[in-house]
Structures are given as C-alpha cells and as structure tokens.
C-alpha cells in the first residue's frame, strides 16, 4: 500500500477467492440451501478478508484493467442471457414465456448505465450497457409484434428449451415398454 502498486505480484488470486467466498455465502442461504448457516458465515468472512487484500489494489491501473474485463464480460453474459427465450418467442410467434416487466427493466437498466458510461467515457460502462440496452429494446420489440398472439398450438417449449411438434395423441407413436412386468 505505501508504495501505491502490486509489484510482480497477481491479483487473479484474490479475485478468485474472492468470488468463490462470495457464492459459497451466497449457497449458504437458508432459501438456498437449509442449515448451512456455517457456510455463509466463514465464506462470509472469508469474502470480508479477501476485500482487504482485492479492494486496495483496485487503485493499480492493471487491476483497474482486469476489473474492467470481468466486469464487462460478465455483464454482457448476464445480458445475453435472454437470447434463448428470444429465439423461443421466434419461433412460437408468443411472449408467454418472456415477461414484459423483465423486459422492460433490462432495457432501462441497460439504458441509464449505458448513458452514464457515455458521460463518463467509461468505456467498460457503455460497451456492456450498450449490449444490454439493444437486448432489451429487441425485446420490446419482439414482446410489441407478438403480445396478442396465443403462439401455434402444434409447437410447445421442453424441458430441454427445444421445440416439439405436438400431434395429437391419436397420431403418437407409442413407445415400447421394455420394463412391463419386471421383465427386461
């Protein structure tokens, strides 16, 4: 600290530790997990600790560097996130899966970031909020063109996010049952 740099000296580490103590507090949650209190606490601590190490050297301008990646990495993924969902409002021409209040709020959180990066030119502010505000916008756009539509009845959403052509049951192929009666 009295020489103002980190010399030769990595900060990954810290940054690692860091995140991990953060998530493994945050696993440790009563509405996360029951009964482990204990996790959150030391990983707490241990997030607490970490800070004192990671926090002080934000001020290098390579920690700045490497913050600023991480920061605008993991704000694009977060943002990007939706692009599934997108894909599905595509192709059953319906919102029923995508919330227009999320919408909306990605769009406007994207939006004011995006803004106060610009001011600031803070080019690891706008970039990622840049993202996220051209997401939300397309998903206004989508949730505009398809609000009224139920979707195509014969195209519903699995469990895996893929799309399955429903026939009725008459026209379904019946599997076979290779376990009827306990018999393989």
Known sequence: MNKRSTEQFSGIPYVMTLLNCLLAAWYGLHFISKDNYLVSVINGTGAVIESVYFLPSMASPKKQLLCGFAATIFSIIMYASPLSVMRMVIK????????????????????????YGLIGKDKFLYIPN???????????ILY?????????????????????????????????????????
């Open 92 to 115: 059953t021409k319906s919102v029923e899966y995508m919330p227009f209040l999320l919408s909306l709020f990605v769009f406007l959180c994207g939006t004011s970031w995006f803004t």
């Open 144 to 184: 505009a063109i398809y609000r009224n539509n139920k979707g195509d009845d014969t195209k519903k959403p699995t469990t895996d996010g893929t799309l399955e052509m429903g026939l009725p049951k008459a026209h379904q192929q019946k599997q076979p049952n290779y376990f009827h009666n306990g018999q393989s």
């Open 130 to 140: 840049g993202f996220g505000s051209l997401l939300g916008a397309m998903q206004l």
